[in-house]
């Protein structure tokens, strides 16, 4: 049976990628260049880091590590400001449910993202009481698509990966859980995310019954 399921944060529990977006085009445009939706597709999954890299990378701008430090903390000031005022209406359609019927099925949660706000944001919205481990940001030294967020996520709950299902958005984060031997359904678009086991629109079209089928 199931051990754990492992669950992506942003664009799978809460739609964060709307305050990512409005706080990256902030930034991007004090620095002169244009930021897009289309771009901001290409960030999700992505370290904060890294995608301050792409994003001057794709303006054509060049700054040293200490001024990206300063752009990065910038950005993550304006990003703060706004998950600090979520609440619960943010979770995403069938999120809650589907966490209570897990843990009510006895089976493990935690949370593998990259972001280092999450606990912030499980809080802001209600959420943080439905995990057992949570495993961001701050813990991982390597970012989706490198396996490493699941796999101490699973090690944590001592499950194994073959017996693990992760949620996941981002196509970072399919390929992350499929490095990592594990099961993996898809929230989002069938076309983009090809790698996945399985793929729903939303959280509301799973059920534990579906997970145990996997
Ligand atoms: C991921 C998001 O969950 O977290 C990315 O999909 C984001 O868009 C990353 O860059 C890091 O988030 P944060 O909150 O640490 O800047
Ligand atoms: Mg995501």
């Not at 445009?29 to 930021?35: I, M, P, R, S, V």
């Not at 001057?56 to 903390?73: F, M, P, R, Y």
């Not at 809650?96 to 006895?106: K, N």
Request: charged share 25%.
């Amino acid at each position: 049976g199931i051990e754990a399921c492992i669950f992506d944060l942003d664009g799978v529990i809460v739609d964060t990628a709307i305050y990512h977006y409005k706080a990256w085009k902030r930034l991007a445009n004090e620095l002169g260049a244009d930021f897009t939706e289309t771009q901001n597709e290409k960030l999700k999954g992505i370290s904060r880091v890294r995608s301050l890299e792409l994003i001057l990378e794709w303006g054509g701008i060049s700054k040293t590590a200490d001024e990206q430090a300063v752009l990065a903390t910038r950005k993550n000031d304006w990003y703060v400001d706004m998950i600090n005022r979520m609440t619960p209406d943010e979770i995403l359609p069938g999120a809650r449910e589907l966490l209570e019927s897990i843990r009510a099925a006895g089976i493990k949660t935690a949370l593998g993202s990259a972001s280092k706000n999450a606990a912030v944001i499980l809080e802001k919205v209600g959420l943080l009481p439905l995990f057992d481990v949570l495993v961001d940001g701050n813990s991982v030294s390597s970012s989706k698509p490198d396996p490493e967020v699941f796999l101490k996520g699973a090690a944590a709950l001592h499950a194994a990966p073959a017996k693990c299902i992760v949620f996941e958005d981002a196509i970072a984060g399919i390929e992350a859980a499929k490095a990592g031997g594990m099961k993996v359904v898809g929230v989002g678009e069938q076309a983009v995310l090809q790698g996945a086991d399985l793929v729903v629109g939303s959280l509301e079209e799973i059920n534990i019954q579906t997970l145990q089928q996997l």
